[in-house]
């Protein structure tokens, strides 16, 4: 089992920044890619960014504005998020998978405005 709990969220005026982060436990060495997935209210849960090994993808709403990074000695996985619009607005979740097993955090809320 792997346990993920994000922290960092808030709320921010458009065009500031924020650092989530998630901190993994347990079976970690089994963890092969993390990410970082968005749910707005109304709408489905929507990928915000990967990081496996050296490689990571981002969603195009968010490329060039927001960076995933991952600290392998701390388990932790970064998304740091700059230029932020009201639409970025969303509970941000923490994903990790062993290929097997899809892992989840409880969420992290960010709102963006005024």
């Known amino acids: 089992q792997v346990q993920l709990v994000e922290s960092g969220g808030g709320l921010v005026q458009p065009g500031g920044s924020l650092r989530l982060s998630c901190a993994a436990s347990?079976?970690?060495?089994?963890?092969?890619?993390m990410g970082w997935y968005r749910q707005a209210p109304g709408k489905q849960r929507e990928l915000v960014a990967t990081?496996?090994?050296?490689?990571?993808n981002y969603a195009g709403s968010v490329k060039g504005r927001f960076s995933i990074s991952r600290d392998n000695a701390k388990n932790t996985v970064y998304l740091q998020m700059n230029s932020l619009k009201p639409e970025d607005t969303a509970v941000y979740y923490c994903?990790?998978?062993?290929?097997?097993?899809?892992?989840w955090g409880q969420g992290t809320q960010v709102t963006v405005s005024l």
């Open positions: 347990g079976r970690t060495y089994t963890i092969r890619a």
């Open positions: 990081i496996n090994g050296g490689s990571t």
């Open positions: 994903n990790a998978n062993n290929l097997a097993t899809q892992y």
